[in-house]
Protein backbone atom coordinates (compact mmCIF):
# COMPACT_ATOMS: atom_id res chain seq x y z
CA UNK A 1 0.00 0.00 0.00
CA UNK A 2 1.68 3.52 -1.18
CA UNK A 3 2.23 5.77 1.79
CA UNK A 4 0.20 8.85 2.33
CA UNK A 5 1.14 12.63 2.62
CA UNK A 6 -0.65 14.01 5.64
CA UNK A 7 -0.38 17.36 4.82
CA UNK A 8 -1.96 20.05 6.63
CA UNK A 9 -2.45 22.83 4.54
CA UNK A 10 -4.35 20.51 1.99
CA UNK A 11 -2.99 21.48 -1.16
CA UNK A 12 -5.35 18.80 -2.78
CA UNK A 13 -7.95 20.92 -1.83
CA UNK A 14 -8.82 23.70 -4.36
CA UNK A 15 -10.03 27.38 -3.58
CA UNK A 16 -13.70 27.33 -4.28
CA UNK A 17 -14.56 29.83 -7.04
CA UNK A 18 -17.56 32.11 -6.07
CA UNK A 19 -20.74 30.52 -6.44
CA UNK A 20 -24.82 31.09 -6.36
CA UNK A 21 -25.64 32.44 -3.33
CA UNK A 22 -26.84 29.28 -0.75
CA UNK A 23 -24.37 27.19 -2.68
CA UNK A 24 -21.55 27.00 -0.66
CA UNK A 25 -22.49 23.92 1.33
CA UNK A 26 -23.04 22.20 -2.13
CA UNK A 27 -19.53 23.31 -2.93
CA UNK A 28 -17.58 22.04 -0.09
CA UNK A 29 -19.37 18.67 -0.29
CA UNK A 30 -19.07 17.84 -3.45
CA UNK A 31 -14.76 18.84 -2.92
CA UNK A 32 -14.67 16.81 0.30
CA UNK A 33 -16.87 13.67 -1.15
CA UNK A 34 -13.92 13.54 -4.44
CA UNK A 35 -10.98 14.61 -1.99
CA UNK A 36 -12.13 10.96 -0.29
CA UNK A 37 -12.79 9.10 -2.94
CA UNK A 38 -10.16 9.47 -4.53
CA UNK A 39 -8.00 9.30 -1.40
CA UNK A 40 -6.42 12.39 -0.68
CA UNK A 41 -7.86 11.88 2.77
CA UNK A 42 -7.17 8.33 3.71
CA UNK A 43 -9.26 5.92 5.50
CA UNK A 44 -9.04 6.58 8.86
CA UNK A 45 -7.54 9.89 8.65
CA UNK A 46 -8.70 13.31 10.81
CA UNK A 47 -10.13 15.75 9.14
CA UNK A 48 -9.10 19.06 10.59
CA UNK A 49 -11.81 21.31 9.94
CA UNK A 50 -9.56 24.53 10.49
CA UNK A 51 -7.66 23.95 7.49
CA UNK A 52 -10.28 23.25 5.30
CA UNK A 53 -11.87 26.15 6.37
CA UNK A 54 -8.63 27.90 5.09
CA UNK A 55 -8.04 26.11 2.30
CA UNK A 56 -11.17 26.33 0.35
CA UNK A 57 -12.08 30.08 1.51
CA UNK A 58 -15.08 29.20 3.70
CA UNK A 59 -16.50 30.01 7.26
CA UNK A 60 -17.00 27.07 9.47
CA UNK A 61 -20.52 26.14 9.39
CA UNK A 62 -20.49 25.05 5.10
CA UNK A 63 -17.91 22.52 6.21
CA UNK A 64 -19.40 21.03 9.09
CA UNK A 65 -22.56 20.85 7.58
CA UNK A 66 -20.94 19.31 4.76
CA UNK A 67 -18.88 16.71 6.67
CA UNK A 68 -22.40 15.88 8.73
CA UNK A 69 -24.00 14.68 5.14
CA UNK A 70 -20.75 12.95 4.22
CA UNK A 71 -21.00 11.46 7.41
CA UNK A 72 -25.10 9.99 6.65
CA UNK A 73 -23.55 8.58 3.25
CA UNK A 74 -20.18 6.70 5.63
CA UNK A 75 -17.64 8.37 4.05
CA UNK A 76 -16.64 10.53 7.36
CA UNK A 77 -17.36 9.65 11.45
CA UNK A 78 -17.71 12.31 13.71
CA UNK A 79 -16.38 10.77 16.78
CA UNK A 80 -17.50 12.76 20.03
CA UNK A 81 -14.57 14.45 21.99
CA UNK A 82 -12.45 13.17 19.25
CA UNK A 83 -12.90 14.64 15.74
CA UNK A 84 -14.23 13.58 12.60
CA UNK A 85 -12.23 11.68 10.05
CA UNK A 86 -12.31 9.58 6.66
CA UNK A 87 -14.10 6.94 7.75
CA UNK A 88 -12.69 3.40 7.72
CA UNK A 89 -14.26 1.44 4.20
CA UNK A 90 -16.67 -1.17 5.64
CA UNK A 91 -15.77 -4.34 4.09
CA UNK A 92 -19.27 -5.95 4.93
CA UNK A 93 -21.11 -3.09 3.06
CA UNK A 94 -18.69 -3.09 0.23
CA UNK A 95 -19.46 -6.89 -0.54
CA UNK A 96 -23.04 -6.28 -0.15
CA UNK A 97 -22.92 -3.52 -2.69
CA UNK A 98 -20.81 -5.55 -5.03
CA UNK A 99 -23.13 -7.81 -4.85
CA UNK A 100 -25.76 -6.12 -5.92
CA UNK A 101 -23.84 -4.13 -8.86
CA UNK A 102 -22.94 -7.72 -9.95
CA UNK A 103 -26.68 -8.69 -10.66
CA UNK A 104 -27.70 -5.69 -11.99
CA UNK A 105 -24.53 -5.67 -14.46
CA UNK A 106 -24.68 -8.86 -15.60
CA UNK A 107 -27.99 -8.34 -16.63
CA UNK A 108 -26.84 -5.13 -18.21
CA UNK A 109 -24.66 -6.79 -20.26
CA UNK A 110 -26.23 -9.59 -21.13
CA UNK A 111 -29.33 -7.28 -22.53
CA UNK A 112 -26.59 -4.73 -24.24
CA UNK A 113 -25.39 -7.74 -26.06
CA UNK A 114 -28.50 -8.05 -28.33
CA UNK A 115 -29.64 -4.35 -27.78
CA UNK A 116 -26.89 -1.57 -27.68
CA UNK A 117 -26.80 0.68 -30.68
CA UNK A 118 -24.33 0.93 -33.11
CA UNK A 119 -23.31 4.57 -31.52
CA UNK A 120 -22.92 3.06 -28.46
CA UNK A 121 -20.52 0.21 -29.64
CA UNK A 122 -18.68 2.83 -31.00
CA UNK A 123 -18.11 4.98 -27.68
CA UNK A 124 -16.96 1.51 -25.76
CA UNK A 125 -14.24 0.82 -28.69
CA UNK A 126 -13.14 4.37 -28.24
CA UNK A 127 -13.31 3.84 -24.40
CA UNK A 128 -11.44 0.65 -25.07
CA UNK A 129 -8.67 2.20 -27.21
CA UNK A 130 -8.42 5.34 -24.49
CA UNK A 131 -7.80 3.08 -21.89
CA UNK A 132 -4.84 1.35 -23.51
CA UNK A 133 -3.28 4.99 -24.10
CA UNK A 134 -3.53 5.61 -20.20
CA UNK A 135 -1.79 1.62 -19.66
CA UNK A 136 0.87 2.75 -21.58
CA UNK A 137 1.57 6.05 -20.02
CA UNK A 138 0.34 4.77 -16.38
CA UNK A 139 -2.24 7.07 -15.86
CA UNK A 140 -4.08 5.59 -12.78
CA UNK A 141 -6.34 9.15 -12.76
CA UNK A 142 -6.91 8.44 -16.51
CA UNK A 143 -7.84 5.17 -16.21
CA UNK A 144 -10.15 4.97 -13.68
CA UNK A 145 -12.55 7.79 -14.95
CA UNK A 146 -12.30 5.89 -18.62
CA UNK A 147 -13.32 2.76 -16.94
CA UNK A 148 -16.18 4.05 -15.29
CA UNK A 149 -17.31 5.82 -18.18
CA UNK A 150 -17.22 2.46 -19.88
CA UNK A 151 -20.03 0.87 -17.55
CA UNK A 152 -22.16 3.89 -17.75
CA UNK A 153 -22.21 3.55 -21.42
CA UNK A 154 -24.18 0.92 -21.33
CA UNK A 155 -26.65 1.39 -18.53
CA UNK A 156 -27.22 5.27 -20.61
CA UNK A 157 -27.53 3.72 -24.22
CA UNK A 158 -30.30 0.93 -23.04
CA UNK A 159 -32.16 3.83 -20.83
CA UNK A 160 -32.02 2.43 -17.95
CA UNK A 161 -32.18 4.68 -15.17
CA UNK A 162 -33.41 3.22 -12.46
CA UNK A 163 -30.78 0.61 -12.47
CA UNK A 164 -28.22 3.40 -13.13
CA UNK A 165 -29.43 4.63 -9.62
CA UNK A 166 -29.09 1.74 -7.84
CA UNK A 167 -25.15 1.31 -9.06
CA UNK A 168 -24.70 4.94 -8.64
CA UNK A 169 -25.76 4.75 -4.89
CA UNK A 170 -23.17 2.54 -3.96
CA UNK A 171 -20.46 4.00 -5.85
CA UNK A 172 -18.27 6.46 -3.63
CA UNK A 173 -16.93 3.38 -1.58
CA UNK A 174 -16.71 1.06 -4.32
CA UNK A 175 -14.57 3.71 -6.07
CA UNK A 176 -12.99 4.22 -2.62
CA UNK A 177 -12.25 0.55 -3.03
CA UNK A 178 -10.99 0.76 -6.59
CA UNK A 179 -8.71 3.37 -6.13
CA UNK A 180 -7.03 1.43 -3.51
CA UNK A 181 -6.31 -1.64 -5.85
CA UNK A 182 -5.30 0.72 -8.59
CA UNK A 183 -2.29 -0.46 -9.93
CA UNK A 184 -0.35 -1.00 -13.28
CA UNK A 185 -1.12 -5.17 -13.09
CA UNK A 186 -4.82 -4.06 -12.23
CA UNK A 187 -5.29 -1.62 -14.86
CA UNK A 188 -3.59 -4.41 -17.99
CA UNK A 189 -6.42 -6.89 -16.50
CA UNK A 190 -9.00 -4.68 -16.19
CA UNK A 191 -8.40 -3.49 -19.60
CA UNK A 192 -8.38 -7.35 -20.90
CA UNK A 193 -11.71 -7.65 -19.34
CA UNK A 194 -12.81 -4.91 -20.61
CA UNK A 195 -12.18 -6.31 -24.03
CA UNK A 196 -13.71 -9.62 -23.84
CA UNK A 197 -17.03 -7.77 -22.97
CA UNK A 198 -16.55 -5.65 -25.79
CA UNK A 199 -15.81 -8.66 -28.03
CA UNK A 200 -19.15 -10.16 -26.61
CA UNK A 201 -21.05 -6.87 -27.10
CA UNK A 202 -19.75 -7.07 -30.71
CA UNK A 203 -21.00 -10.31 -31.69
CA UNK A 204 -23.87 -10.08 -30.15
CA UNK A 205 -23.41 -12.98 -27.61
CA UNK A 206 -25.38 -12.97 -24.69
CA UNK A 207 -23.77 -15.67 -22.56
CA UNK A 208 -20.38 -14.74 -23.16
CA UNK A 209 -21.40 -10.81 -21.92
CA UNK A 210 -22.97 -11.97 -18.57
CA UNK A 211 -19.90 -14.29 -17.86
CA UNK A 212 -17.48 -11.83 -18.72
CA UNK A 213 -18.99 -9.05 -16.57
CA UNK A 214 -19.68 -11.46 -13.39
CA UNK A 215 -15.98 -12.59 -13.53
CA UNK A 216 -14.99 -8.99 -14.44
CA UNK A 217 -16.38 -8.09 -10.78
CA UNK A 218 -15.66 -10.98 -9.06
CA UNK A 219 -12.16 -10.45 -10.11
CA UNK A 220 -12.15 -7.02 -8.15
CA UNK A 221 -13.38 -8.63 -5.25
CA UNK A 222 -10.98 -11.71 -4.91
CA UNK A 223 -8.62 -8.63 -5.00
CA UNK A 224 -9.80 -7.00 -2.37
CA UNK A 225 -9.99 -10.24 -0.34
CA UNK A 226 -6.15 -10.21 -0.64
CA UNK A 227 -5.68 -6.73 -0.01
CA UNK A 228 -7.82 -6.33 3.12
CA UNK A 229 -5.76 -9.39 5.05
CA UNK A 230 -2.88 -7.71 3.98
CA UNK A 231 -4.15 -3.85 4.93
CA UNK A 232 -6.50 -4.27 7.91
CA UNK A 233 -6.07 -1.07 9.60
CA UNK A 234 -7.79 0.50 6.54
CA UNK A 235 -10.96 -1.47 7.18
CA UNK A 236 -13.54 -1.31 9.93
CA UNK A 237 -13.22 -5.09 11.95
CA UNK A 238 -15.96 -7.94 10.40
Do not use: W
Request: charged share 30%; with cysteine; aromatic share 6%.
Amino acid sequence: MRMFDKRKNYEFLPLLPPGPRGNTTEQVERTIRSAIVQLDFTPGEFIDKGAVCERLGVSRFPVSEALSRLAAEGLVEILPQRGTRAALIRLAEIKESMLIRRALEAMVAETAALRLPSSALEALRDYVTAQERAVARGDRSGFHALDLAFHSVLVDALELPRVAAVIEASRANIDRVRRLLSSPRRHAVTLAEHRTLLQAFETHDAEAARRAMESHLDAVMEELERFSAENPEVFLPQ
